[in-house]
């Protein structure tokens, strides 16, 4: 967010021989950016860029602290006049015994801090010189002297405030809660807003909402010509809540860009005291009643250690000991050493939600002494040693999308996440998945437990634009797990829209290129397919599913070829890939091929009969499919000896061995 001070509003605060311009130049190198520099008449105004974890800076209180901690960095003066938390005190205010105001909060996680303070027989007029002059160079228009003075309150310290006309408030109540669904404010603007729920808000005594917390007040309790007694309200409200409010309604102001961001309780004191004094000399208010001061959670003071060869090491470079003492000090990080050299640093309330750890106290150290300072060295390549199953990993994914590549296969990256739609689509019940509470999309809202429902979605995302569609995908899938968190796994999926036995090839020419021999495939019934399927068995285990999209799921999915799809567990590859084959010598013998027509079934299929040739025949050396014609394969038997040359007549015999069975 971008804010707009003036030259003379920081002097009030700041005491220094740096020029506007130099200003701008030096916090620009280390601090806050300031974009422009407009001259006006006798002062001049800063365009101010302010980070999102430093509204503390969005403010003219909050510039100069960065100016004590800048400009003496480049020979300037820099000191602040005044420190509004030690000099704005609630010491200073004289209130009223009088308590004419009931206040209920319903829940203290909405509002960390709630103060106010009623003023009377208020004058309402246009507001001094030197603040219109001030708010109009900011670009925030002048109304009265008292909506001016809040606005002017929130520039100076940072902190928005609101101003109740009080006799608009019924029944003198005020009960801050959460809204419900549906109900509707007016605010300041003119504006019906109807809530989401769950915002804050105040309603009065009779139930009338009459401020939407943190965004906008309502129109029903502002300030007019008619205004005689006012409430003077500061307070901090839940980040979390305001952002909410503002992203769903729409309803944006200033003073949201504050409190979405988190603002200190701290600061509401001396905004209070400052508003009371500004309201009595420029309003003539009287105090006529109370102070009312509800904070449960007082500010902790937060500590961070620190070593100071941590900060060398962190920076790159070697700061003294005095120059970072002196950065800490004018950054108004109260420092202590301790015998072991180590810095033990208080964090003040305004920086409690940017100033975690001594990765961010170096940070600040090295913004402030200068990035402009550092050398420009790039760190000498260090190679990190990877975990070797780590690197197995990494080779196996590697050779993979190699080898499909070079089939003419295009690799997918999809999200992690699916819709609700897709698993419908599939059958697959969505309770027993793992849903994104805080999704951004219907689209990405259930983590995937398989890769194949996104490559069916890819094939009919392209279907009609190329003739012949190829997709592979390595990525994770996510089983949920009772308690803890999920069991991430890696898998491999293809989706070709040829043919079955291409999809049977692709699968077995993976597994020859990663060297894997000890796998076999086996009648499956898995729903997803037709008939044409089949399950991948390594070591005993089932790793891996094929087969022939069903046409029911065909057409849930508004596939119109057919299409064939493949899934095996990464890890089983990982695990039984070999970098090189084992090493077979070169049979000297003979090899003597025999064809034999079979008809196939569910009880007879090749599967079965590669595994009965094989254990029926020990001259059997490879089993080949011709062909297949009206469900008959046409296979051919290799029978050799390693030991001698077959003769034709024992081939035969052998073949009979194995025929007689499978024939059966």
């Known amino acids: 967010m971008n804010i707009k001070i003036t030259y003379n509003w920081l002097l009030d605060f700041l005491e ?96 960390s801090r709630f103060s106010a303070i009623v003023l009377s027989d208020v004058s309402i007029q246009s507001a001094p010189e030197f603040i219109k002059q001030r708010l109009t160079a900011c670009g925030v228009k002048s109304i009265n002297n008292v909506v001016d003075i809040s606005n002017y309150l929130m520039i100076t310290l940072g902190q928005p405030t609101h101003i109740f006309d009080f006799n608009q408030i019924k029944k003198l109540s005020l009960t801050l809660r959460e809204s419900v669904k549906g109900e509707k404010i007016t605010t300041l603007d003119e504006k019906e807003i109807t809530l989401p729920g769950g915002d804050i808000i105040i309603e009065d005594g009779e139930g009338r909402l009459i401020d939407l917390c943190g965004i906008m007040g309502g129109l029903n309790s502002s300030v007019t010509t008619k205004t005689k007694n006012v ?62 001061d509800i904070y449960p959670e007082p500010y902790k003071i937060k500590t961070i250690s620190l070593k100071f060869d941590e900060i060398d090491k962190m920076i790159g470079i070697k700061i003294s000991k005095k120059e970072v003492g002196t950065i800490l000090e004018n950054l108004n990080l109260k420092v202590k050493t301790n015998s072991s050299d180590q810095l033990i640093i208080n964090i003040p309330s305004y920086r409690k939600y940017d100033l975690n750890t001594k990765e961010d106290i170096v940070e600040e150290i090295a913004r402030v002494y200068g990035y402009y300072k550092l050398p420009n060295n790039l760190p000498p390549a260090v190679y990190v040693k990877q975990p070797k199953e780590l690197e197995n990993l990494f080779l196996v994914i590697s050779k ?68 012949v569609l190829n997709f592979f995908e390595i990525a994770k899938v996510y089983l949920p797990k009772k308690i803890t968190l999920p069991e991430e796994k890696y898998r491999v999926a293809l989706v070709t829209n040829t043919d079955f036995f291409t999809l049977k090839g692709l699968m077995e020419a993976l597994f020859k290129e990663l060297n894997i021999d000890n796998y076999q495939i086996k009648p ?47 890890q089983t590859l990982v695990d039984n890939f070999k970098l090189i084959s084992a090493y077979k010598p070169i049979n000297p013998y003979a090899v003597i091929k025999l064809d034999l027509t079979i008809e196939l079934s569910k009880e007879k299929n090749f599967a079965l009969i590669k595994e009965k040739g094989f254990n029926l025949s020990k001259f059997l050396q490879k089993i080949e499919l011709l062909g297949l014609y009206q469900n008959r394969a046409n296979l051919r038997f290799y029978f050799s000896s390693s030991a001698r040359n077959l003769t034709e007549e024992e081939a035969k015999k052998e073949l009979e061995k194995i025929k007689e069975p499978v024939l059966k």
């Open 16 to 111: 220094t021989d740096a020029t506007a311009y130099e200003i701008q130049k030096y916090l620009s190198l280390c601090g806050p950016s300031i974009e422009s520099v407009q001259k006006i008449e006798g002062d001049y105004v800063f365009d101010i860029e302010v980070t999102s974890n430093r509204i503390d800076t969005a403010s003219v209180i909050g510039i100069a602290q960065e100016c004590v901690a800048i400009l003496p960095q480049f020979g300037k003066k820099a000191k602040l006049k005044l420190e509004p938390i030690i000099e704005f005190t609630f010491k200073k205010l004289e209130p009223s015994e009088i308590d004419c105001l009931k206040i209920k909060i319903a829940n203290q996680k909405l509002c």
């Open 231 to 292: 409430l003077l309200f500061v307070q901090t409200y839940n980040k979390q809540l305001i952002r909410k409010t503002t992203m769903i309604t729409g309803q944006r102001s200033v003073a949201a860009s504050y409190f979405e961001k988190g603002l200190d309780e701290e600061r509401v004191e001396p905004t209070l005291v400052y508003g009371v004094e500004l309201l009595q000399k420029y309003a003539e208010g009287k105090i006529a009643s109370k102070l009312y």
């Open 524 to 570: 499956a019934k898995n729903s997803l397919f037709t008939t044409a399927q089949g399950e991948i068995v390594i070591n005993k285990k089932t790793v891996g599913c094929f087969g022939q999209l069903s046409n029911h799921y065909r057409s849930k999915n508004n596939i119109k070829k057919s299409v064939y799809l493949l899934e095996i567990d990464l």
């Open 400 to 467: 993979i999308k190699y080898f499909f590549k070079h089939l003419g296969f295009h690799e997918t990256i999809n999200y992690s996440m699916v819709s609700k739609e897709l698993l419908e689509k599939f059958d697959f019940k969505p309770d027993a998945y793992l849903k994104i509470s805080n999704s951004i999309s219907s689209e990405i809202e259930y983590l995937r437990q398989a890769l194949l429902p996104s490559l069916v979605k890819n094939i009919k995302d392209n279907q009609g634009k190329e003739a």
